[in-house]
Each structure stands twice: as C-alpha cells, then as structure tokens.
C-alpha cells in the first residue's frame, strides 16, 4: 500500500477552492491505473519465476480485488480464489526420472527447482486423460472412501507464493509509487483543464 495523502495535501495548497473539487477524481483515476500496472507486472513476475511457457497459466489468479472510490483512495491487488492454483508440470522448473510399470513409462522421481519431492509420482502413459496427463502426484497418507492410497496433485503457484512471497511486495510498492507519480499529476492536469473549459 502506498501512502498517498501527503501528495495530495501538497497540492491542494497551490489550488482555488473549485479546482480542489477536482483533486479527488483525479487521486481515484491515478491509483486505478496504477493498481492495473501492478497486477501485469505481477503476473509477469509469476511467470519468470516459475518458468511458465504460456501466459493463460496465470490469467485470472491476480486482480484487483477493491478500487478507489469516493469513499476511500484505496486499491488492492491480490490472488483470487477462482482458482487454487497451477499444476506443478506447467512450470519449467520440474525434472522426471522415468521408469516402467509393466508396459508402461512412468515418473519415478520429480525434483521442483533442483530438490526431489518425497513421494512424488506421474500417472502412468496410457492411464492419462486430459488436463491431467503430465500432472504430479503424491501421497498424503491418508485414505479415501474406498480404501485406497489417499493422493494429491501438487501445485507449483502456492509454492512459488511461499518463496518469492516478500519479493513479490517489495517489487509491487516500487511499481505503484512509480506509477502514482506519473499518472497522479497527468490526471490531475486532465480534470483541472476541464473546470477551466466549464
């Protein structure tokens, strides 16, 4: 969150009384934009770090969830919950060693960024079907209903959440400052020249 009311009152000082009116909508306009600015560069910065080759992988897990009203000069950029996240084979950080079942090649071992995952699996060729055919499994220990091995698929996007957590923030509060600064005084200019043709 970036603090943006000492920018405002710096302003206001300079300005009439009816040009101050403007001031608001122009605060709203700026943060708007810039809140938009900070969810591309976020899902560009996911997409780096976890090796993604297609940008539709990340489409939809980050938007911006509040935007400034009259109310409150507030935006917010966050992960959704449409979506719980990325099937760890789309990322290009994970390595397989295969082996055979029988007939059929199978993963024998995943590593995820150059450390093996205890316990991982792939489904065996031939038992695959759609969306899920290259994705990554493993046991939770449990069991289900019906007394089988209890699995679950691994997802690479908590995970990179976890790790690049902090670094993603940092990189989001230098983005909407910078993009403030600039639209901030350039949508202000654009609402004071239109009191001026009234």
Do not use: C
């Not at 300005?15 to 899902?43: F, H, M, N, Q, W």
């Not at 009203?69 to 917010?76: D, E, V």
């Not at 959704?80 to 071992?109: C, D, M, P, Q």
Request: hydrophobic share 35%.
């Amino acid at each position: 969150m970036i603090n943006v009311k000492f920018k405002i009152d710096e302003v206001l000082k300079g300005l009439s009384k009816i040009e101050r009116e403007a001031v608001p909508r122009a605060a709203r306009a700026a943060i708007g934009k810039a809140a938009t600015a900070v969810r591309k560069e976020t899902e560009q910065r996911l997409i780096g770090e976890m090796g993604l080759a297609k940008k539709k992988e990340v489409k939809g897990l980050i938007k911006v969830v509040k935007r400034p009203s009259a109310k409150s000069l507030t935006a917010i950029v966050s992960t959704t919950n449409a979506r719980k996240g990325i099937g760890l084979e789309h990322t290009g950080l994970v390595n397989r060693t295969f082996g055979y079942w029988g007939t059929r090649r199978i993963t024998t071992s995943v590593s995820y960024k150059g450390k093996k995952l205890r316990g991982a699996f792939g489904i065996p060729h031939g038992l695959r079907n759609g969306g899920l055919k290259n994705a990554v499994f493993r046991r939770t220990g449990g069991k289900f209903k019906n007394g089988r091995p209890e699995v679950q698929r691994l997802l690479a996007y908590p995970v990179v959440q976890e790790l690049f957590h902090s670094k993603l923030d940092k990189r989001q509060s230098e983005i909407a400052a910078k993009e403030f600064d600039e639209l901030w005084r350039s949508e202000l200019q654009k609402e004071l020249k239109k009191i001026k043709m009234a």
